[in-house]
């Protein structure tokens, strides 16, 4: 069967990283506040998701059969902790900066630990059916954060445009490492599961929550920050910016929803290992930790 | 492919949704998710800080006092250390002796260990003003509680931890400090404790009054006295066979159980006893038990393998939880047993 053919085979292993945001602007992106928000909406939605990717993934692990996937599956785990951790050090910051984002983080925290939490449904068979339903609605978002992290690594625009360098490291340390790992989360999912119908039924519980999630977030930060008057977010900003390329091309984000239904997916064909490894050697975060790993050891 | 009538439902349900939805949200726009009461996300966590070294000077014979400068500092209490990561990655607690209400700086003083193991020649030698160093902290292990009386026995520069406390007492409360030393010069803070102290403090230098007399001193300490000691290991032993109730600070961990020997962790919920060697970790000796343990960086920053603690003190060797969650969990793959046995929950 094509869509679970080997990717092109990396050790997946977290990567202390630590960012300084003193220096960081409100508007990180220069004088463009939506493509600032839209990408910041990254920061409420990541730390309490991939805090809870780590949550069921550590449940899941009785399941995995195969130790190469569980190997990856436990690489995953430290990455994705890291992820949370890394956006999470961000809402202080923007708190700081005069636009508390905690309204909002706190639905969002309520969202992942109660509604998708281990209690929605009873103990038994219904628990089981749960924890593989919440795996690959998983899989199904790490599509997407396969396909933003590919999209982060060739956004040349944002640094045409002069935005912030700390943000954007930790933007493309996160895509490259996204990109690295894309296949794990789909892997586990025909390991333990891989039942079409689930894969197009949760596609689309991942896709709407991440829809509605998204715009909810954006509005938020524009409608909250003490710099605009009156802020607003429309769709029709949005494909404006993914003309310009400082976001994602509308296009592109409709022509990525086929590739995942189709019954040949596989993520390896999304993407660059090669890119996204050689960012990783290159970025400021990923070397500062590599070295304090070097220094401590 | 789903048909085009199918395609134009969806789309007009959806539409006709987002438009009954629109108005409810323009009155709330937080409506209708419900928030958690303990938001998990953006919560402050007491990681590793960047300071400055705003200033380095020498207050006694071989002892270096260091401020550092940072902005909204955690507070602390009296007894409290500081790790420091020396620029060599070398990782050393110091006891904090600035002022616990000052939000703009710390301030530790390190003596310098010829024979030691190394930290304190680094920050004699290598530190300097106007370099930034990480911290992590402050945390307490040295807390002061509520006594009638107080009795303090200090060594050298066991005096840091000490000299907040006793600014901090309340006037009136009785207390006495015993402060020895090599020679008077190399004794830090020597004028100020003598200055708040008066006749409560007796201050033995070795060069002039030989080695204190720890029974003469301590002959009248009364009942219910709160007795606390740092210093060398020689007068903590001491210390420890006249007040098996004293408070230890020690200059280096405890070699006997600090974490470094092998220890016994029992694993309540799946009931099983294991010991852990001395060259191995509480993850490689669990998972050897249970294969299925979750972890994963195996270096103490991704926080994936945090266990809850039952019975049992613990050596907290990760990078990660805040005091809260030092109270009763661990990260089980760098962490160790300060006592000989531990009960995780799992």
């Given at each position: 069967?094509?869509?679970?053919?080997?990717?092109?085979?990396?050790?997946?292993?977290?990567?202390?990283?630590?960012?300084?945001?003193e220096e960081t602007p409100l508007h990180w992106v220069p004088g463009d506040p939506f493509t600032t928000h839209t990408i910041n909406v990254l920061h409420l939605l990541l730390p309490a998701g991939e805090r809870w990717f780590v949550h069921v993934y550590k449940q899941v692990l009785p399941y995995i059969r195969d130790d190469r996937l569980r190997e990856d599956v436990i690489g995953f785990i430290g990455q994705e902790a890291m992820h949370s951790q890394a956006h999470d050090e961000v809402l202080p910051h923007l708190r700081e900066l005069g636009l508390d984002p905690t309204p909002y983080t706190a639905q969002v925290d309520w969202f992942f630990e109660k509604l998708l939490g281990d209690r929605t449904l009873p103990p038994g068979r219904a628990r089981r059916w749960w924890l593989m339903e919440r795996v690959a609605i998983i899989a199904a978002i790490e599509h997407y954060t396969a396909f933003l992290g590919n999209w982060v690594l060739n956004a040349g625009e944002l640094d045409r445009r002069g935005a912030d360098p700390t943000m954007l490291d930790l933007l493309r340390w996160h895509g490259a490492e996204e990109v690295e790992h894309r296949s794990v989360a789909f892997d586990l999912f025909m390991h333990v599961d891989g039942s079409y119908r689930r894969r197009v039924r949760t596609w689309a519980t991942a896709f709407a929550a991440i829809v509605f999630l998204w715009q909810r977030g954006a509005r938020f930060f524009m409608e909250n920050d003490p710099t605009l008057i009156d802020g607003k977010a429309s769709f029709k900003d949005l494909y404006v910016r993914g003309?310009?390329?400082?976001?994602?091309?509308?296009?592109?984000?409709?022509?990525?929803?086929?590739?995942?239904?189709?019954?040949?997916?596989?993520?390896s064909q999304e993407g660059s290992t090669e890119q996204a490894v050689a960012y990783l050697a290159s970025s400021p975060a990923a070397i500062a930790a590599l070295a304090a790993e070097k220094g401590a050891a | 492919m789903p048909k085009?009538?199918?395609?134009?439902?969806?789309?007009?349900a959806a539409m006709l949704v987002r438009r009954a939805m629109r108005h409810r949200i323009q009155a709330s726009p937080l409506w209708p998710i419900p928030a958690l009461e303990n938001p998990t996300s953006g919560r402050p966590r007491s990681r590793a800080l960047r300071l400055l070294v705003a200033s380095r000077e020498t207050v006694a014979d071989g002892v270096v006092q260091l401020r550092l400068e940072g902005r909204d500092l955690p507070r602390w209490e009296p007894g409290a250390h500081l790790d420091l990561v020396l620029p060599s990655g070398l990782v050393r607690q110091y006891s904090l002796c600035g002022d616990p209400e000052d939000t703009s700086s710390y301030t530790v003083a390190t003596r310098l260990i010829e024979d030691g193991r190394g930290g304190s020649r680094e920050v004699h030698e290598q530190v300097a003003?106007?370099?930034?160093?990480?911290?992590?902290?402050?945390?307490?292990?040295?807390?002061?509680?509520?006594?009638?009386?107080?009795?303090?026995?200090?060594?050298?520069i066991g005096i840091t931890p000490v000299l907040p406390m006793l600014r901090a007492l309340p006037g009136g409360t009785p207390w006495r400090l015993v402060y020895g030393g090599r020679t008077r010069a190399s004794m830090p803070f020597l004028e100020e404790i003598e200055k708040l102290g008066g006749d409560r403090v007796t201050v033995v230098a070795e060069d002039e009054d030989g080695l204190p007399d720890l029974d003469g001193l301590l002959a009248d300490t009364a009942e219910g006295a709160a007795v606390y000691c740092c210093g060398p290991e020689g007068l903590i032993a001491a210390m420890e066979a006249r007040f098996p109730q004293v408070r230890l600070e020690r200059f280096t961990p405890h070699t006997s159980a600090d974490g470094n020997g092998a220890f016994e962790v029992e694993l309540r919920r799946s009931g099983r006893t294991l010991t852990v060697p001395a060259d191995s970790t509480v993850l490689a000796a669990v998972r050897a038990e249970l294969p299925n343990t979750a972890y994963s960086c195996e270096q103490g920053f991704c926080g994936t393998c945090q266990q809850r603690i039952l019975e049992g003190e613990v050596e907290h060797r990760d990078e990660l939880l805040t005091d809260a969650e030092r109270a009763d969990s661990m990260l089980i793959c760098v962490s160790r047993a300060r006592s000989e046995r531990l009960v995780l929950d799992m």
């Open positions: 069967m094509s869509n679970t053919q080997a990717s092109e085979r990396v050790a997946l292993k977290a990567r202390k990283v630590s960012f300084s945001w003309r310009r390329g400082t976001l994602p091309t509308t296009g592109d984000m409709i022509k990525s929803i086929p590739r995942y239904l189709s019954h040949s997916y596989h993520p | 085009l009538r199918t395609v134009v439902v969806v789309a007009g003003e106007g370099m930034e160093l990480e911290v992590r902290g402050p945390r307490n292990r040295f807390p002061l509680v509520d006594a009638p009386s107080y009795v303090f026995v200090v060594g050298g």
